[in-house]
């Protein structure tokens, strides 16, 4: 276990930097368990958090105004995850900033399309701010509660036990997305994507 934490403390936070700049829920997720078992501290790791995701949305919103279209056509799964986006970006204009920072898969196809849109770097800019600070607060809140869960667990059952639960909470989370999310926000793209058409 001491192996572990001495690289953890050593690239945790790169770590968080690097996938938050992609995408980083799951990164910062399990940064807030490491800060609440005390290995990594808490204000470091949602500032890198939020630095990150910030980052990146200015980088990917830069792309979309150099080279938007291109790049949406010539990556499948920026193609595919488009209409569903420009679908929120129609429907709730700005705010949709805050919305795909939230619907996993679709922050950096939505980052492309902000930038092919009309709205100034200003205003995303601004928006950006607000919009990765909140993030980096509520997903570090969620996996600080998970953290400590989990070293009751370790506490109780140990290394074995919570490898177990953490494979049981993982199906019941699949499941629960699969049969109620998954097909829910499905049928709302292909409903947005029948009228577009």
């Not at 370790?154 to 909470?169: D, T």
Request: charged share 10%; net charge positive.
């Amino acid at each position: 276990m001491e192996w572990i934490q001495n690289i953890v403390e050593q690239y945790g936070y790169w770590a968080v930097l690097f996938w938050t700049f992609i995408e980083g829920e799951s990164a910062l997720i399990i940064a807030a368990a490491f800060a609440a078992a005390g290995i990594l501290t808490t204000w470091k790791v949602i500032a890198v958090a939020a630095c990150g995701a910030f980052l990146g949305h200015l980088f990917f919103f830069a792309l979309g105004r150099w080279r938007g279209e291109q790049i949406i056509n010539a990556m499948p799964s920026l193609k595919r995850h488009a209409p569903k986006a420009n679908m929120i970006l129609d429907k709730y204009a700005h705010w949709s900033i805050f919305i795909f920072q939230y619907l996993y898969g679709t922050r950096l196809a939505a980052a492309i399309l902000f930038g092919t849109s009309s709205i100034s770097f200003k205003r995303f800019f601004l928006l950006q701010v607000v919009n990765c600070i909140i993030w980096a607060c509520v997903i570090y809140s969620a996996g600080h509660f998970l953290g400590l869960a989990a070293i009751h667990v370790l506490h109780q059952f140990g290394l074995w036990g919570l490898g177990i639960v953490v494979i049981l909470l993982a199906c019941v989370v699949g499941w629960i997305y699969w049969h109620y999310g998954h097909q829910k926000l499905k049928a709302q793209w292909d409903d947005g994507a029948d009228k577009k058409s």
